[in-house]
């Protein structure tokens, strides 16, 4: 008998140990977000109102002036898409229209001109983002640079030399879940030869955009030159949809962290008591199921397209899925037929794209 209540004293102590950690956490962890908070606002710099120049030496104007190619291109087409974290992907493309020997010549002598990895270019390029850095004050940087060449035929056949990058905290965001673009390049210049695509995926809806710009899409808009922003011009306003938004301020996920925390031990010991090891094992086993095992191999392909940026090679997906050559090439034509994704080559590899990435 002493046993016994020993033993059952000693269960309850157990159990009154593991709430008093699991509320210690809890406080611990909420109270602690008050300084980061306050040292997270105290870090963050002061936006400056220095005026832009579109000739400034320093101002994304310049620097893709400087890295023209050569002589002879038609246009210059300029894609900016926003990620889900504010981030936003580069593409400036300058086209050569190829209709004779004589553009055949300059989009070689263009090609030749070329040099991978596009060093001075993202060198140059982080300082017009440091620029904007000092203006806006969000921490940014360029990161992801590449350059390739290749032909297409959309409207004619082109040649065409791409740069690609990632400028980060492109975006502004507010507490609404908003997303703001256009203050990092306000009084951007668009020459007549030029024009501007602003895109974003389905995880954000359009709220304003200004100027009015020449065309609208679901999930675009464009500018033709000869234009030159004024103000804080271009501006699109978007709002996150779903998974998009962003976290909120660091108090909230403190405590619904150390809340869920609580929750998890509580409800962890009182199941233990009454429902037995055998169904928290069931449990567990429900929990680790992969979330990839979920989704179709379409929805896999499409989600990993917009993960990297809208475009991939086809032997990155085989990498990145573990697929053999086989069951990639069926899903890829199947997505092709269904019009869901668009292929190309690019050398002796196939690129994949979502629809409208590649029409240039």
Not at 49 to 60: E, Y
Not at 270 to 277: K, P, T
Request: a negative charge; hydrophobic letters at 40%; proline letters at 5%.
């Amino acid at each position: 008998m002493v046993w016994m209540r020993v033993s059952a004293f000693q269960g309850e102590a157990t159990s009154c140990i593991v709430v008093g950690v699991a509320v210690i956490v809890f406080i611990g962890v909420v109270t602690s977000a008050f300084p980061a908070e306050m040292a997270a606002a105290e870090s963050t710099p002061e936006p400056s109102d220095t005026p832009d120049s579109p000739d400034a030496p320093d101002s994304p104007n310049s620097v893709i002036d400087s890295v023209a190619p050569g002589a002879g291109y038609d246009d210059i087409i300029i894609r900016i898409k926003l990620g889900r974290d504010g981030t936003a992907h580069w593409q400036v493309l300058f086209r050569y229209r190829l209709d004779d020997a004589a553009d055949e010549r300059a989009f070689e002598q263009a090609r030749q001109n070329v040099s991978n990895p596009p060093g001075v270019f993202i060198d140059r390029m982080q300082q017009a983002v440091s620029r904007a850095e000092a203006r806006t004050g969000r921490s940014m940087h360029v990161q992801n640079g590449s350059v390739e060449t290749y032909t297409s035929v959309p409207a004619g056949r082109f040649g065409v030399v791409s740069y690609r990058f990632e400028w980060t905290n492109f975006a502004a965001t507010t507490a609404e879940n908003q997303y703001v673009l256009g203050d990092a390049i306000r009084r951007y210049q668009l020459s007549e030869n030029e024009s501007l695509w602003i895109e974003w995926s389905e995880s954000f809806r359009k709220v304003s955009v200004s100027p009015a710009p020449d065309a609208s899409q679901e999930r675009a808009v464009r500018w033709d030159g000869r234009q030159w922003f004024q103000s804080q011009n271009p501006k699109v306003v978007l709002v996150a949809t779903g998974t998009a938004a962003r976290e909120g301020p660091p108090i909230l996920p403190a405590v619904g962290v150390a809340g869920l925390l609580l929750a998890v031990v509580l409800g962890w010991y009182g199941r233990s008591r009454r429902r037995g090891v055998e169904t928290q094992m069931r449990d567990e086993e429900t929990l680790a199921v992969p979330s990839d095992e979920l989704l179709s191999n379409r929805e896999c392909v499409l989600q990993l397209l917009e993960d990297r940026g809208g475009r991939m090679k086809q032997q990155e997906l085989i990498e990145a899925m573990e697929w053999s050559r086989t069951k990639t090439s069926n899903v890829v034509n199947e997505m092709h037929e269904a019009e869901q994704i668009e292929v190309f080559r690019l050398g002796r590899e196939n690129v994949l794209a979502l629809p409208g990435e590649i029409e240039i």
